[in-house]
């Protein structure tokens, strides 16, 4: 491993090839895990003794959750390698993770209303929980807006990684704090320490909407990633010369 | 199999609207995010093309 040239993929000239070629894979792979994740999950999956139905919206709702944290984590890793080496491509990767982050973020926001109503019987309720999922999801909207803001990229892109690095310390809050305070929401129920507090077929649904979800989000973050190198690209040598091989 | 009809089905135990709202919403918000993926794409290659077209042009949006 030690002839192996990481720097060759950090050019974004060989990653926006590269990505061409993965995007269709994680597309069909999520494609594939989705319907599968749901077959479970809505025909086969029993009814649950105290919720009913209802509880069918983890299937979307914790996944979502769980991707909405590690996006963006995953993109604080990126935001500090850039602001470490000086790489363009890693911003760019920040940058293209944020969309789905927040959209992420608002889906787990979204489904979860929608399970409150029922079990909790209010829409939302200022729980610690929520209200630290809340601030992810203005924090993705803060690191967007922040980056439309300033009209220099170089300038754009280290506002937005210092946002992407205070912004990570609310990530453990998150997850914590159905432990660290007194939460109406509930606690975990799949943890790494524990057997999971659910039935395997349920548990199995919602663990292939899991990895569904991190394969679509892959897909779009290197998507986004691929427009956005071209954008900042334009000017450079190897655009022009596929654009032209294109043509 | 948990259900004995479509009706059944669709009806999710009373709790239809929670559960295919969670769902229909999620739908729709996917499908919109690749059509706005596809439309960015499109863009920054119109932009490429143009910028190898006709050099250097000078950035009149966002």
New interface residues.
Partial sequence: MSNFNWYKYSSPATFYGLAGKMIPWFYGVAALLCVAGLYLG??????DFQQ???Y??IF??VP?AWMAMVIYVVMACWAALGLAFNTRLSFMMASALA??GA?MT??SL??GA??G??TWGAWWVWDARLTSELILFFLYLGFMALQ?AI?DPRRADRAGALIALVGVVNVPIIYFSVRWWNTLHQGASVSVTKSPSMAAIMLAGMLVMALAAWM?AIA?AL??A???I??RE??SQW??QM??GE? | MNWNSWPEFFNMGGYAFYVWGSYGVTAVLIVGELLLLRSHRQKALTLAKRTVKYGKVEKDES
């Fill in positions: 809505l025909f086969l999956a029993p009814t009913s139905d209802a069918r919206i979307i709702h979502a969309p789905t959209l608002f889906i979204w489904t929608l399970w109503k029922p439309a009209d679509y779009a998507s986004r691929r427009s956005i071209l954008e334009k000017n655009v022009a654009v032209e043509a």
